[in-house]
């Protein structure tokens, strides 16, 4: 039988090179981290604006989300020993204090998206990175983003990221590109892999030290986790295929909309962070397009890149309500492939399919070069 490689992130190790991404708001949290996390797969919180879902307080919402992030980490540990991480987006206003807070809970893998992760907060030593068991890992949409981080982490810290996640234009929610660079074939991932590659190796030489690339976006079934590993990929970062999964943490009717959703639903916004976003058109949607403001108040500006004054509506809120299953409120953000999902399922049988996939790929591709011989 053939196998799937295991993904090796320096003395971190999962059975299986798949990682579950980080779905905010509420869509990733302990259940389907730690069910992934079962399978051999990395498991990974999202940690943006968790303290929404809190009840207990509405006016402490920076309190509210370590909270609620504290628990949701120990949860998550309690339900399996296999691979945590934590998924925190720089762009959030309490970055510093999710990190710090993922450090002291010892998560295994930090993955930092929707913005550069130049520099670790203040107080994190260099000397503490390198001795850390947590990894870091950044999320990345280009080999020029790439080698900032890497050039400012050399610099400050004479110390590399563990991993990086490259991130291509077919994935669900925020993208890091430009509008127009979305459709555009110079842009697809299998072009941006060897750019990041090109550009993190002259650090792997000067470190010594193998940085594994995690190909992400679009990635629907194991032929295309063999692809990418065949590319150079260590392993793959899926978000819309666990969305769709009876552990997920979204209300049903968060899911259903991924069962219901046609190829000309899924749509690209431009969301109030600043970042163009995918995500599955609704009535909310269609509303703010043509103008119509969704009343808010905006408590603490969660985003620092938020531009809450003009915005139509407050991004965080409506996903939260997308979550709990209000999507009259919010919207759900969707990877390209969602249309082509069309049932529930419990996520081992997920990852099972994808093993079983991986593997006919490559026997496939063996013998059609045995046939050829
Ligand atoms: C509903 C949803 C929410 C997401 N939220 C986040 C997030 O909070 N932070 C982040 O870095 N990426 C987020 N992503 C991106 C995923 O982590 C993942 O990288 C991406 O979905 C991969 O593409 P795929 O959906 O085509 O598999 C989100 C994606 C989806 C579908």
Avoid at 245 to 273: G, H, L, R
Avoid at 326 to 347: H, M, Q, T, Y
């Amino acid at each position: 039988m053939i196998k799937i490689p295991e993904l090796k992130i320096g003395n971190l190790i999962a059975k299986l090179p798949i990682i579950q991404g980080g779905m905010g708001v509420g869509i990733s949290m302990s259940g389907l981290a730690s069910a992934v996390a079962n399978t051999g797969g990395i498991g990974v919180i999202s940690s943006v604006a968790l303290g929404m879902l809190e009840h207990a307080s509405k006016k402490s919402y920076r309190e509210d989300n370590k909270i609620a992030l504290r628990r949701e980490i120990r949860k998550a540990r309690k339900l399996t020993n296999g691979v945590i991480g934590l998924n925190i987006m720089v762009a959030i206003s309490d970055f510093d204090e999710m990190v710090k807070l993922a450090l002291d809970e010892n998560v295994d893998i930090l993955f930092l998206g929707a913005g550069l992760p130049l520099k670790m907060p203040e107080g994190i030593s260099a000397d503490y990175l390198k001795k850390m068991h947590t990894k870091v890992a950044p999320i990345v949409s280009s080999g020029r983003a790439a080698k900032l981080i890497f050039k400012s982490w050399d610099k400050h810290f004479a110390h590399i990221p563990d991993a990086v996640v490259v991130e291509g234009p077919l994935a669900g929610g925020h993208l890091g590109f430009k509008p127009e660079q979305i459709d555009d074939p110079e842009f697809t991932l299998e072009n941006i892999i060897p750019d990041v590659c090109e550009a993190i190796e002259s650090f792997e030489d000067k470190y010594d030290k193998k940085i594994p690339i995690i190909a992400a976006g679009g990635i629907y079934n194991g032929d295309d986790i063999y692809k990418f590993i065949n590319l150079g990929a260590s392993g793959v970062q899926m978000g819309t295929r666990f969305v769709a999964t009876d552990e997920c943490d979204a209300d049903v009717e968060f899911k259903n909309q991924y069962i219901k959703c046609k190829k000309e639903d899924i749509v690209i916004i431009q969301s109030p962070v600043g970042l163009p976003g995918r995500a599955i058109l609704n009535d909310f949607l269609t509303d703010v397009k043509a103008g119509i403001k969704k009343p808010f108040r905006c408590p603490w500006k969660c985003l620092k890149t938020c531009d809450f004054k003009t915005s139509l509506y407050c991004i965080a809120n409506a996903l939260m309500k997308a979550k709990i299953g209000e999507l009259k409120n919010g919207f759900s953000f969707a990877g390209a492939n969602a249309w082509r999902i069309d049932k529930i399922i419990p996520v081992k049988e997920l990852m099972d399919s994808l093993v079983r996939e991986f593997a006919t790929a490559e026997l496939r591709t063996e013998c059609s070069w045995m046939l050829n011989f």
